[in-house]
């Protein structure tokens, strides 16, 4: 009978050749991998928000300096790169930091619900979770709204101002002369104070970098950092309504 099956052409069963994935994407694939992530983009987009606000200070010296530091930023690497080249390069690591940022928050949400078999009772227990951690969610889909909207405003120049390409000074002091679009900077800027705060707090304990004898450090370094970054990215529509700046 067995000659007979082989001469009829009837092979035996293979195994199907399983291939292996990549580590990486099975590590992101999983909510510590995800909460890893998020941590380590928060780092990435944090440090960007500090060096911004700090580069921003400038506008306090006057235009001369707010607009040199503007083209100074176009020609840093040269000649090794060619111009901007650095500053793009930049760019797009803030891109892909901001791309995973979002994903990994959306992704991880839902596998929170899914894993979640029942609804809680009676209410959520808010005694451990606090008020910026409640707000997460919306606070960076608003941050994220007005990233956009600062871009078109000051960078592209669609943001209705009177705008001028290579002159950053009087960009900013045209667009925040409007008293509506500087109420939308600062509650913006509130916003991403709440959300730098619970994201400062919360990236240590996703790197595995948490313990009791230390979370009082990591509160107090997530309170200042958020203040240092409201209160300078506030100061600045608040110095043009004022006329501190003009």
Do not use: C
């Amino acid at each position: 009978m067995l000659s007979g099956t082989r001469a009829r052409g009837v092979q035996p069963l293979r195994q199907r050749r399983v291939r292996p994935r990549i580590w990486i994407l099975d590590f992101y694939g999983s909510a510590v991998g995800k909460k890893a992530v998020m941590a380590v983009t928060g780092i990435v987009l944090l440090g960007f928000v500090l060096v911004h606000m700090l580069g921003n200070l400038h506008l306090y010296e006057g235009a001369e300096k707010m607009n040199w530091y503007g083209e100074y930023l176009r020609e840093i690497g040269e000649p090794i790169l060619p111009r901007t080249g650095l500053l793009w390069i930049v760019r797009s690591v803030l891109i892909v930091a901001f791309a995973l940022h979002i994903h990994a928050a959306v992704t991880l949400t839902l596998m929170n619900r899914q894993s979640r078999q029942t609804k809680y009772q009676g209410g959520r227990d808010y005694l451990a979770a606090n008020y910026a951690a409640r707000t997460m969610r919306w606070s960076g889909v608003i941050v994220g709204l007005f990233v956009i909207y600062h871009l078109m405003d000051l960078t592209w120049g669609m943001g209705g101002a009177e705008f001028t390409k290579g002159q950053p000074y009087e960009n900013v002091v045209a667009s925040l002369s409007r008293a509506p679009v500087a109420g939308v900077y600062i509650v913006a800027n509130l916003l991403l104070g709440m959300h730098i705060y619970h994201g400062a707090w919360s990236l240590f304990q996703s790197l595995g970098w948490s313990h009791p004898r230390f979370n009082h450090w990591r509160r107090w370094f997530a309170v200042a950092f958020a203040a240092v970054i409201v209160i300078g990215n506030v100061s600045f529509p608040v110095a043009v309504l004022t006329g501190i700046v003009e």
